[in-house]
């Protein structure tokens, strides 16, 4: 999904996940897979400007699928990577007058307290979509959508900010569900 209008959010994120997120170099990634460049994207989620334009570009990611707000309940994913992009659509939704939750996946579930897996408002028969902020198997969404439907929530979609294309794509749609992107690698110079 290339900035292919003049959507000016989408193309101002570009320049700021290029600016601030995009690390050139040999890395292994958690993938265990080796990359020529590596997407820190809590560079990006966690700053001031490119928080708030996560949180409109994803929103309008959604509807652009065909995924009203008014149809979606909830967002977020697995822990860590998930969690400021959850934050920053609620708040962006808030902004909007919609309503919209968050969130968080846990690995595992607490041992004590609660003994949660799910943090945040009940998911259950909720109507979600589970997030990433970049993803290069699709190993963590795919482990938060597992959690999510144990917890009786309807998962509609996969959706992230940054898709590698590295094979995320196609375990996500083999899982059934839409993968939806807002940057792809052409967006950030590293085709």
Known sequence: MAITTNDSNRARLAELVNELAVVRGKVTLASGLESNFYVDMRRATLHHEAAP???HVMLDLLEENGFSVDEVDAVGGLTMGADPVATAMLHAAAARGLDLDAFVVRKAAKDHGMKRQIEGPSVEGKRVVVLEDTSTTGGSPIQAVEALRAAGAQVLAVAVIVDRNTGARER???????????????DLDLE
């Open 53 to 55: 334009l996560i949180g």
């Open 172 to 186: 996500i749609e083999a899982a059934d569900l839409p993968y939806l992107y807002a940057l792809g690698l052409e």
